[in-house]
């Protein structure tokens, strides 16, 4: 199934801590994508009180449940999970998709911009006594992105 944002799995780009590797995540369910935290700054006229809007941009909030569970062979789900940790509290480039034409988020002048990933939450899941490991993975822009870069052609 493809959509306007690609139809591969999520993946994202160390920038030089602790590397500069593209991590393509195995089974992702990207389960939360705010593509809506605007930036707006209302201005009010004291001798007119005619309102005015300033758009600033969007900033972003990307969360990715990676299904550890599924995870049997090289690397294992600890390999995988001790992987991701190494990242927790830095800068990467987040793609929301990991096909070629997919691109990374950008600003309006067309330049990529970083995420930061603020939080990496192993869990589990019950299911009947089967105990499912999972994590989630929170990103969050550092910058505001143009939405419409985003959106493939």
């Known amino acids: 199934m493809s ?13 030089g801590t602790p590397d500069s590797t593209a991590r393509t995540f195995y089974y992702p369910i990207l389960t939360e994508m705010n593509f809506s935290e605007k930036i707006t700054k209302m201005n009010e006229s004291i001798i007119s009180h005619k309102r005015t809007w300033d758009h600033k941009g969007r900033h972003g909030l990307f969360v990715v449940k990676e299904l550890l569970y599924k ?5 294992t789900p600890k390999e995988w999970l001790t992987t991701l940790l190494t990242y927790e509290h ?15 988020l950008k600003n309006t002048a067309g330049t ?8 990496i939450e192993p869990g589990f899941e019950d299911n009947r006594g089967l ?3 999972y994590c989630l993975i929170t990103f969050m822009t550092n910058e505001p992105y143009d939405l419409d870069r985003l959106i493939l052609p």
């Not at 995870?71 to 690397?75: G, I, R, W």
Request: net charge negative; glycine share 6%.
């Open 71 to 75: 995870l049997t062979t090289s690397p």
């Open 131 to 133: 105990l499912l490991d």
């Open 90 to 104: 830095q800068d990467v480039k987040f793609y929301i998709s990991s096909d070629a034409t997919a691109p990374c």
């Open 112 to 119: 990529d911009i970083t995420c930061h990933i603020v939080n």
């Open 3 to 15: 959509t306007i944002f690609g139809n591969g799995k999520p993946k994202f780009t160390g920038t």
